[in-house]
């Protein structure tokens, strides 16, 4: 089983290293039209065929896993019981030992399965998406290299080993982010996203070395098993929270997850919706026996604050992929406050049919953009009957984001409200309130960008020119093959997996929730036939300006902190070219000041230097006798 | 004869020689007053061998090596009188100063080599 979950997290790691740099050598490695296109032909194949097998062995390991002899509370204990463990070497560092090993567990195999069939939806849906694109050979090997990362964190038995992989998604989501880089802005994006997640991933290192140091190794099932003083756990699981901030994007690091949606489509639906961002709460539910009561209280905080604010922003937004970023912060705070509410169970049932649904709804965004040409809600409208499969499978990703039955997302975002209803944690009211008013935030957005995306007229108009290395041409057809069938495919799950969970339903806790999603669709569908041309964002009134503008947030940073370390890093740079540049030149010049005194000796002749040689000797001759 | 004589002598000797070696012009005359200064050590020696009845005589001795290496300093140095004059059409000292360091040559970035500034320049004519 181990050798199966090392190969699965190696396939794609040789398929990364392939498609670098096999992607073009041998043959065709000038830049011709023709060499570009095989290059990417084969790159393509490269990241597919990585992809599938890497879904392959980790359906083996799900299947060798299984089985019904599961106890225990947890719902992927009770499908996939088995486990194994195996390490490669251990690297003695003279002090406290690293082990290289991997771990298979039900958690593990539940969210590698999410990840490996995205991985792949995303690297078949790319090929169309980016046909043409010259640098589709790295963009792929990136996405592959990604997917290796993912599962490294997946499976790491170690919480270094667990780090490399964190650390190397932050890597592959800058570069991805970046992917066209020829507009500043994106390049901009990247690098915002790099610094805020490092900023969290700091937090995290020195969260996992309080760990490894206190329980004298770095192993997972050691640190749980080491039964740890509170003062330490609360200490090391506040740190390891500032690294789930950042990679989860939530409150106060979630700034850079809107701006990253500058990357491809595809890229913002396999990193920044479904995979890498969810990477932050399964550590949390990974490590869920070491968080003490006080992390958890200030994780739902958080949460709370992170899924209501998001919501609303996510309501204001006019740029549709906007719109999914910010219901991403929204949907990942859920899972926080399932977290919080002390049920890894929901949280996971959540991230995983989130994973589901959010991928498949940002794909089916890129097609609508692919296809208009135009981020902007405000550019779309109409496009039901130009591009029927995806308002259908985007219609099952909205009900799912909704809530509404018999779509996945009803059955865990019900989880999750029962698991907050049930919690014992003292913040369990603020949790239960701020869950409840965003359901029908999140049933207002969603109906909105379903509407304002599909219905009404069509104000579609071809764009003057495409944007860089995109395929931003509008010809009134469905997306390619390509991108079709990943749309399809990842429909499925998010129809119907939520059905593992039917058993454990609490229906009119589901009732409540539900009625308050059709209230908040009820009220945005009103406002939206009355008037079908103005956008429902109005509603918000007033504040509408502040939720477009995310609460003034980024603006808030800008001049706490961008602004501050600006001036001061330009303050540094003076002192650096004044004061010290300065002191070093102002020395030369002193020293050629005093050397023209210097000089007025040096004249060539010789008998001056003689002269001088014997007053010298006679001041030291008579030095030496009257004071000898 | 009192010790004083000879070493008042040398002394008088070797004031001329310092005289002449630190503002003669002529070379020749330069190593004219460096020979007087050798010969006034050579008096020194002599006279102190006998004043302390040096039973081994190294003054003397050492007076004869003296001797010697002050006709082969000679030689040389009339040797090199000789090849500067036929270089230069003149032995004055004043004018050999290709030692001398150009006053407002200060150049902080040392953008030019050093060495040529000394060896291209024959001196003040």
Redesign the interface.
Known sequence: MIVAAALIVLLPFAAAVAGLLGSRWPGGVSRTEENNLRANRRAAWFAVSAAVAALALTLWLAWQTSGSGGSGDLFWAEFLPGSAEGTLTVIGTGAIPISVGLQVNGLSVLTAILVTVVALAVQVYSVGYLRGDSRFPSYSAFISLFTSAMLLVVFAADLLVLYVGWEIMGLCSYLLIGHWWEDRANSRAAVKAFLVTRLGDVAFLFGIFTLGFAAGSFRIDDIIAANLPTGTLILATMLLLGGVAGKSAQVPLHTWLPDAMAGPTPISALIHAATMVAAGIFIVARLFPLFPQPTLDVLGVLAAIGMLGAALAAFAQDDLKRILAYSTISQLAYMAAALAAGSPNAAIFHLTSHGAFKALLFLCAGAVIHHVGSNLLSHMGGLRRAMPITFWTMTIGFAALMGLPPTSGFFSKDAVVLAIEHSTSPIRLLLYGSALITVGVTGAYAIRAWLRTFFGEEHVQALAEPAPGTAHVFDGREAPRTMVWPISLLAIPALLFGFIGVADMDWPSAAISLLVALLGAGIVYTAWRSAPHADPARLLGPFRAPCEQAFYLDRAYAALIARPILSLARGVVRTDTHVVDGAVRGS??LT?GL??FA?LA??????LY??GL?AGVLLIAVGAVMWG | MHVVYPAVVAALLFSIG?YG???RRNTIL?LMSVELMLNAVNLNLVTFDVWLRDQLHGGQVLTLFVIVIAAAEVGIGLAIVLAVFRNRQSID??R??????P?NS?D?DGSQPAATKVTTGV?PE
């Open positions: 030369a010049r050629i050397s023209s000089k040096q004249n060539g002749n010789a008998q003689v002269t014997l | 310092v070696v630190l503002a330069v000292l004043d050999l100063r290709d030692l001398f360091e006053p200060s902080p001196g």
